[in-house]
């Protein structure tokens, strides 16, 4: 799933979770599904971060921090 899928679902959940007719364990099970979509966008965005490299002003190549 891509980072923007993630986001699209996590809007979802979001507007499920403000449901005033939202059971408890609906809550939970919410909860945990945006959780792990959070890991997951978490782990994409740490494997753009190792790709991306800046370049100084002398042309070197330096990791992005």
Same mark, same amino acid.
């Given at each position: &799933? %891509?980072?923007?899928?993630?986001? $699209?679902?996590?809007? @979802? !959940?979001? %507007?499920?979770? #403000?449901?005033? $007719?939202?059971?408890?364990? =609906?809550?939970?099970? +919410? +909860?945990?599904?945006? &959780? @792990?979509?959070?890991?997951?966008? =978490? $782990? #994409? !965005?740490?494997?753009? @971060?190792?790709?991306? #490299?800046?370049? =100084?002003?002398?042309? $070197?190549?330096?990791?992005?921090?």
């Amino acid at each position: &799933m %891509e980072i923007n899928e993630i986001f $699209e679902k996590l809007d @979802e !959940i979001q %507007e499920k979770m #403000q449901s005033e $007719e939202i059971s408890l364990e =609906d809550s939970f099970r +919410y +909860y945990a599904e945006a &959780m @792990e979509l959070l890991k997951q966008c =978490d $782990e #994409q !965005i740490g494997t753009v @971060e190792k790709q991306v #490299q800046i370049l =100084d002003e002398n042309g $070197e190549k330096h990791e992005f921090e």
